[in-house]
């Protein structure tokens, strides 16, 4: 059974920084597009940024130039580092992955229904 956990979610202050674990168990990261969405009370879930398994990444505007995913092949993690955060990003932070089959490598699906395996998801919280 694949298991996605997620990490180092918190309460922090406006123009504070964060770092978010994806931690997997049975899949191995490097053969997958993992991707962080987030999901504020009555809204749909977002994707925020993604990373495919060649390492290609990508990010939503509003989060480009502040956030980083990045994945450790080693330890199997992928980790989304959040600087500058403001309360505009506080949701549930879920980690998704999808092994896309043929192609480069090189793309991450953008919409949450292509992910088929998911975390329970951390909070964060950014206080003004």
């Known amino acids: 059974q694949v298991i996605l956990e997620e990490s180092g979610g918190g309460l922090v202050q406006a123009g504070g920084s964060l770092r978010l674990s994806c931690a997997a168990s049975?899949?191995?990261?490097?053969?997958?597009?993992t991707a962080w969405f987030r999901q504020a009370p009555g809204m749909q879930r977002e994707l925020v940024a993604s990373?495919?398994?060649?390492?290609?990444?990508n990010y939503i505007d509003s989060v480009k130039g502040r956030f980083t995913i990045s994945r450790d092949n080693g330890k199997n993690l992928v980790y989304l580092q959040m600087n500058n955060l403001n309360p505009e990003d506080t949701a549930i932070y879920l980690c998704?992955?999808?092994?896309?089959?043929?192609?480069?490598?090189?793309?991450?699906?953008?919409?949450?229904?292509?992910?088929?395996?998911w975390g329970q998801g951390t909070q964060v919280t950014v206080s003004a």
């Open positions: 998704g992955a999808v092994r896309v089959r043929g192609g480069s490598g090189r793309f991450s699906p953008p919409a949450a229904d292509n992910y088929n395996y």
């Open positions: 049975v899949i191995t990261f490097r053969d997958y597009s």
């Open positions: 990373i495919s398994s060649a390492g290609v990444t």
